[in-house]
């Protein structure tokens, strides 16, 4: 079960008096303007991270910093990075259309994903975009035939799996290194007359703490692009590590102590990765290709958060006492399995007392948090969920209620980026 | 890990010579008109797995069914099984509207849940809806102050936990039988006087395989009415021992094949049920209250496919062979946690082999069935993901790629209850 933690609270969020204010805006007067349960993003700290970011990577002077859409697509947060010069990493046609909304230039998007349609490979090819990561054989040789009946040659880059220590990623994804399978298939795509093959591509899981299994999935595939370039002939143009980075606040679902003692800050993901990389280039003599990170996550997971409101309390004999509050895994998904701070939205001097927070739904895995020290609570209190901007709107559900709005606020100013559903929203896709 | 099972399919579906037909409507046929993924529900199966349970549970006279609305909200599946006689089992007020468009009486209306808002209160308040049932002393003591300030007396009942094998409910769910704090929440209803207190309820857990733990639930609630009825005067209008009753074709995820055989079918819940609860009036004295039902995922989960598109196929040295389709957990998020069958669209006589199924997203949890027999694979080919009616639709995500249509077919014709999303449906609620 999960741990009570101290919590220190991201920049951007403080009290004010006793009251918690995010990037300067009051939460007490979000909630009297729009209510709970509501999502708010500060803009301020979307920017923090990703400069952080490319900051961390910027010894290494051709990196590319590609934002995960599905992380948390919100056309307001993919405009901010896009404004501050990420790029896109898309995995579907949905996700590319939302790009060009935005007004990505093609040469900024990434497209990866382990099982593309024809239709979606088709408006890739029309749209010239910087890089195809293909998954397996068959989609190096669907890419080509669509290429050739376009009369196209398509930059594409081959995603393969390394053997590191943190790797879970099921066998759907990527082409084995170590058997063989990855070379093979850039054997086969050097042969495929409309490809031109100029990268790799390598997404070794999700939520890593430590920089170890980046640095040893980096030297197997520079390995590897020194050989199929000894081999071949193929000059690499994009090296792509995926993303996964783990955050601070996040306590991994099966933690293993002994082997991580905590989650590698942005810098030292940035210095480990640039140093192993600098160190590959120099032994296997490579060409330094662009270095392409898709991150999501380390981004987006801290500037938002959930204002809610406890609807009830509840002891039972023997057991921690319950607290019910509006948002759920409706919401936030994956709260169940991560450590989401929980803080009063008026820290006021009242006792503390240990308390397991419930969401409104009627499933049992419903829980956003377990054993939380938090001032006496009773209806009508109002608490903060932080670190929630990662794969919650993206995965939320029209479960048992609509779902909220989402305000973004910037240095003391607000604006609604999403608004709340209605009814209509939902039931007008019917009919009886 | 899930077994492979010999599968029967339900008498809905069936193969025309070679291909899958759904209630005489030809899978092709459907594919060629709405594509993949889509949805598609049987009207008949419906209504008799509807029917069944009233014939199941008609030897006790005074039976209400309600139909579970979070399980599959679409309106045209709710509106089937209120045409049949059903009610409703809502859990918020986005339900209790839905269930009042759909032309439901109040009187056959039932609202649950661990987290009513004030709004909710008033709103099934002014609506003289048949039974509230309330999770905590707080929710007692909100409604009757609600009630109070509306001059209104409400009929309520009280969630009890009782003490059986099989109850895994988490603690925000309803009040203690063995510890007395059942019965105390009765006192206290009983002192307040905007509350008529009507009823008992209890929800023992979801996916129940066995009739034991409602037959030991039923004892122990039948107890504490008799002793609420004669400590307090209570009189009993309802039994309300929610829902929870297991599908065949899901295994747990835990199985205790030592504890469950096999699941239950509806006759034998029904003859158990109704046995147990007759034998409580006898012994219990009791007057004869209406026996509620509050069924969801027993009635819907077998009326619904998922038609789905095999992406591509993958092998990996040593494992077993990989196939992406076009549907996964964005569409079904539990699939990974049960056995789903699934079934080609068109079932020639090639050769069979071990495949597990993956679904299209870039999340290592999108696993729909491991290690299927199913006929050779390649891309193009069509498969169905068989018993995809509960909790799929009201969980679907605007993951990656928009909701597909869904289609409702009955004795050779088909109708379309709900249309595919467009990118529009997504964004439109979004400003930058």
């Known amino acids: 079960m999960h741990t009570n933690k101290t919590i220190d609270l991201p920049d951007h969020i403080k009290y004010e008096n006793t009251e918690l204010t995010i990037d300067n805006v009051s939460a007490v007067e979000l909630i009297k303007e729009y209510g709970t349960p509501l999502f708010v993003i500060s803009e301020k700290q979307v920017r923090q991270n990703y400069n952080r970011l490319r900051k961390a990577f910027s010894r290494y002077p051709d990196c590319t910093i590609a934002y995960s859409y599905k992380t948390n697509y919100l056309p307001a947060v993919c405009n901010i990075l896009h404004h501050e010069g990420a790029g896109a990493e898309v995995v579907s046609a949905f996700e590319l259309l939302l790009a060009k909304k935005l007004g990505m230039p093609s040469s900024k998007i990434i497209f990866n994903g382990p099982g593309k349609s024809d239709k979606e490979i088709e408006m890739f090819i029309g749209d ?69 093959v100029v990268g790799m591509h390598a997404h070794i899981g999700t939520k890593i703490c430590s920089t170890r299994s980046y640095t040893e999935g980096i030297r197997q595939m520079a390995k590897l692009m020194s050989k199929v370039n000894a081999e071949l002939g193929i000059e690499f143009e994009f090296f792509d590590i995926g993303g996964g980075f783990g955050v601070p606040s996040f306590t991994p679902l099966f933690p293993t102590e002994e082997k991580v003692e905590s989650t590698a800050t942005i810098e030292q993901f940035g210095e480990s990765i640039v140093e192993a990389f600098l160190s590959c ?138 608004r709340g559903e209605t009814f209509d929203d939902i039931f007008n896709l019917n009919s009886v």
């Open 128 to 196: 010239d975009i910087a890089l195809v990561n293909a998954d397996s054989m068959e989609e190096l040789e669907r890419i080509n035939q669509i290429a050739k009946a376009k009369g196209k040659i398509v930059d594409v880059g081959i995603r393969v799996k390394p053997d590191v220590p943190d790797f879970f990623v099921c066998p759907k994804f990527g082409m084995d290194i170590a058997t063989g399978q990855a070379f093979k298939a850039y054997q086969k795509a050097s042969e495929l007359k409309n490809l031109n």
């Open 281 to 418: 280039i120099s032994d296997y003599n490579l060409s330094e290709p662009t270095l392409v990170l898709e991150l999501g996550r380390i981004i987006i997971t801290d500037p938002a958060l959930i204002l809610t409101m406890v609807e009830g309390t509840k002891v039972i004999g023997g057991s921690t006492k319950t607290v019910v509050v509006d948002a759920g895994v409706n919401l936030i998904m994956f709260a169940p399995y991560y450590y989401h701070r929980i803080v009063p939205v008026v820290n006021t001097e009242r006792a503390k007392e240990a308390v397991d927070v419930y969401g409104p739904l009627c499933m049992q895995m419903d829980v956003l948090g377990v054993n939380r020290k938090l001032p006496v609570l009773v209806r009508g209190f109002f608490l903060a969920i932080l670190d929630a901007g990662a794969y919650s709107i993206s995965l939320s559900q029209q479960f048992i209620r609509p779902r909220p709005p989402v305000v973004m606020v910037n240095g003391g100013r607000k604006r609604l980026v999403r």
